[in-house]
């Protein structure tokens, strides 16, 4: 038998230090630059720095778009990750019950998460398009107000909540068919033999035992829609129209790098990192009680 080489008390330090260099550079470092930048106030050339303390957090509360912003957000996020996460388990539950061809429907529900968020949301502009969209077109002839995204507020919201639950669906697919796949089968049967209905089955067993896994999956959710959706608000509205769609993350770009508000791009970093990390909290400290786990 072979002994080890790795011993010692620097070995673990030694494997974790690649990690802990990409962490600092990366993911530290950033957030300090902007926590910092917050307090200042420069120029466009970023040439004349000004201390600040607490006035780009002042204006950007005592701002009515901003606060529009957080509004337009927060729902955008909620109606994304109740809709992503409703059909991951629909699909999830129905694929549970194929027999043939498993393998290969499982593969096409896995693939639209490979694609980059920018992608989907020009296919999903393509599909919507209110000119030459197929489905878009289809919308203008059916609906009695028409379909219009580029100039209806109310449309460029769907259609952005649309691209972006479907380029997350396929995460919470795998997640929920990996959960009903560990179900035991004898509780299914047991239920069965006792004269509950498929349905009932479904809520009164397969869903609390599901619940650990449905609670993860909305705080990731709400954690991909207040932060991976940039791309395709981008590519989809542009924040429009009337600032529609104008989500907090969206407006830290325009503000900062189109706007060239440095100081105030940056104080909405750190409120939407801060939010970000509050719910997270709040999530697990407080809904985490009320997960059944049997």
């Known amino acids: ?29 950033p957030a300090y630059e902007a926590l910092f930048q917050s307090f200042m106030m420069s ?10 303390w607490f006035d780009n957090f002042k204006y950007l509360f005592a701002s009515p778009e901003y606060i529009e912003s957080a509004k337009i957000t927060t729902i955008f996020s909620i109606l994304t990750a ?5 059909l991951g388990l629909l699909f999830a539950a129905l694929v549970d019950h194929i027999k043939s061809l498993k393998t290969t429907i499982q593969t096409l529900f896995i693939w639209p998460y490979a694609v980059a968020p920018a992608i989907s949301g020009i296919l999903w502009l393509f599909l919507f398009h209110p000119s030459f969209g197929a489905i878009g077109h289809s919308l203008n002839q059916l609906l009695a107000d028409g379909w219009n995204p580029i100039l209806d507020g109310a449309d ?6 649309v691209a972006a639950s479907w380029k997350q669906v396929s995460y919470n697919f795998v997640f929920f068919l990996s959960g009903l796949q560990s179900i035991p089968n004898n509780v299914i049967e047991a239920a069965a033999i006792d004269g509950a209905g498929p ?25 991909y829609a207040f932060f991976d959706t940039f791309g395709i608000i981008h590519t989809t509205t542009q924040g429009g129209p009337g600032g529609s769609t104008n989500i907090l993350v969206y407006k830290v770009y325009t503000d900062g790098f189109v706007g060239l508000d440095l100081g105030g791009s ?29």
């Open 82 to 86: 109740i809709t992503s996460v409703g």
């Open 199 to 223: 349905i009932r089955r479904f809520w009164k067993i397969t869903i609390p035992l599901l619940s650990p896994t449905m609670f993860f999956l909305i705080v990731m959710n709400l954690v």
């Open 156 to 161: 460029a919201m769907t259609l952005v909540i």
């Open 43 to 52: 120029d466009p050339f970023g040439q004349k720095v000004n201390f600040v």
């Open 1 to 29: 038998m072979k002994r080890s080489l790795l011993n010692g008390r620097i070995t673990p330090y030694l494997l974790l230090f690649p990690q802990l260099v990409i962490t600092l550079i990366f993911f530290f470092y």
């Open 266 to 294: 940056a104080a909405q970093s750190v409120v939407l990192m801060t939010v970000a990390i509050l719910l997270t909290y709040l999530q697990f400290r407080y809904v985490e009680t009320k997960v059944q786990y049997a």
